[in-house]
């Protein structure tokens, strides 16, 4: 308790004393001027009792550090770090196995994906005849080089099962034969691979009800107790939007909290390819006038639902670029032009400078850099992810003491370090 709160509560504790020590005169008038005091006295001793205790137990908000010359902080009031080592978490897609360039800093790689089938198993290949790649390149020599690499250091390395179609994911959460045949195929994996951790990327655009989130729930609940009885040393995490706390969606995030390691919230993606209006991918707060949804906005609801050190937050190392009517930070984009632009993409941008006339500039509400270039005549701006913004984000994960961060996804940084420096340079990196 800081020394102004002691201050404070003895002057309650001293004015408490006062209401029980008044005199009264042996008078009329002294008498009731007495007891005016003494109602006076209670009066006041009631309205301050009732701010302490307000003030001590009011929860500590995250507020914008905009206006910060020297820190950044998040918060109004320090707070005592409680899960000082975090896990920094990197999804592989398939289609960069052959271009990854593994960092010392990762602790967790999410080997993205094996498609989860409405019967259970996992899709080798579609009605058109094409092969499911995430399958594929899973038996690849690549992928069990570089989990085999990863394993000998104590890292781990998670199969992440994904699934999109809303029908099938009805269909599954609804069917108890469905997932015991998802046990099995996963068993098939789990000991045919140096794999020591499932993630669960099940995400719709359907319509939700409150029997598809218990379905949900009763799932992960049920895979806990799978992975618990067979094995002894494998994770479980799952991937939610960053709106599933504050809105009902397919995650009911309490009752699925205890049973996974961490919740890896995806917030990215504020805007995408096929925006209307340029805007910030990860904005860490939001703007009234431009867009309302942000980071800072749905972690308020999230760390109300979840351990704090279970909550990981997703950080994209790619940005989205679109034509555009003008250089402004949200200008209007023409239809389907919109394209992801990893972080690689652009410094190419960037190395271009004045074949491009490129222009930098920085979102100071959202915390973005943002840069706008012209090709062929044609106004193009780009939101993306740089070491200066990430910086922040982890200011923001260190300071709400969170479990750490998670990235989408490796191999769009290409050869740079630049974001990996500042991740060493700010976290503290769970080791085993």
């Given at each position: ?45 009631f309205i301050i009792t009732l701010s302490v205790s307000l003030w001590i137990n009011w929860e500590i908000p995250i507020i914008s550090p905009i206006n910060s ?191 996974v390691d961490y919740i890896i919230v995806m917030a990215y993606d504020f805007h995408r390819s096929s925006s209307q209006k340029a805007g910030p991918v990860a ?100 939101y993306y992810e740089n070491s200066r913004s990430i910086s922040y984000k982890l200011d923001y994960v260190n300071q709400l003491d969170l479990g750490g961060i ?27």
């Amino acid at each position: 308790m800081s020394r102004t709160k002691k201050i404070f509560l003895k002057e309650v504790r001293n004015l408490a004393h006062a209401s029980t020590s008044v005199k009264t005169e042996p008078n009329w008038y002294t008498s009731k001027k007495a007891k005016v005091k003494l109602a006076f006295v209670i009066f006041v001793t009631f309205i301050i009792t009732l701010s302490v205790s307000l003030w001590i137990n009011w929860e500590i908000p995250i507020i914008s550090p905009i206006n910060s010359f020297t820190t950044f902080s998040f918060l109004s009031e320090p707070q005592a770090m409680k899960n000082n080592k975090k896990i920094i978490y990197g999804f592989l897609p398939y289609w960069n196995t052959q271009k990854v360039a593994l960092q010392d800093e990762l602790t967790h790689l999410g080997y993205f994906s094996l498609t989860l089938g409405a019967d259970g198993k996992f899709i080798e290949s579609y009605d058109d005849g094409e092969l499911d790649m995430g399958l594929h390149r899973l038996n690849s020599e690549t992928f069990l080089e570089l989990g085999n690499r990863l394993i000998d250091k104590n890292k781990h390395v998670e199969i992440v099962i994904s699934q999109f179609n809303h029908g099938d994911i009805v269909a599954f959460l609804g069917s108890k034969k469905a997932q015991e045949n998802f046990y099995s195929s996963l068993d098939s994996v789990l000991l045919a691979y140096p794999i020591n951790g499932v993630n669960i990327d099940i995400e719709t655009s359907g319509e939700t009800s409150e029997t598809l989130r218990n379905n949900m729930s009763s799932f992960i609940k049920d895979l806990r107790t799978h992975l618990n009885s067979k094995y002894s040393n494998v994770q479980l995490s799952i991937d939610m939007y960053a709106g599933a706390a504050a809105n009902k969606q397919i995650w009911d995030v309490t009752a699925i909290a205890p049973y996974v390691d961490y919740i890896i919230v995806m917030a990215y993606d504020f805007h995408r390819s096929s925006s209307q209006k340029a805007g910030p991918v990860a904005p860490l707060f939001g703007d009234a006038a431009k867009w309302e949804e942000s980071i800072s906005e749905y972690f308020q609801s999230f760390l109300q639902q979840a351990p704090r050190e279970k909550v990981v937050l997703g950080i994209p190392f790619y940005g989205y670029e679109w034509q555009t009517t003008s250089r402004d930070a949200k200008s209007h984009t023409f239809p389907d032009t919109g394209a992801t632009a990893s972080y690689s993409r652009v410094l190419e941008l960037l190395e271009k400078k004045e074949e491009l006339q490129v222009q930098e500039h920085w979102n100071e509400t959202a915390l973005s850099p943002y840069i706008s270039y012209v090709e062929d005549g044609e106004i193009y701006v780009v939101y993306y992810e740089n070491s200066r913004s990430i910086s922040y984000k982890l200011d923001y994960v260190n300071q709400l003491d969170l479990g750490g961060i998670a990235i989408w996804a490796l191999g769009y940084e290409g050869d740079s370090r630049e974001l990996w420096d500042v991740l060493a340079r700010k976290v503290n990196i769970k080791t085993e």
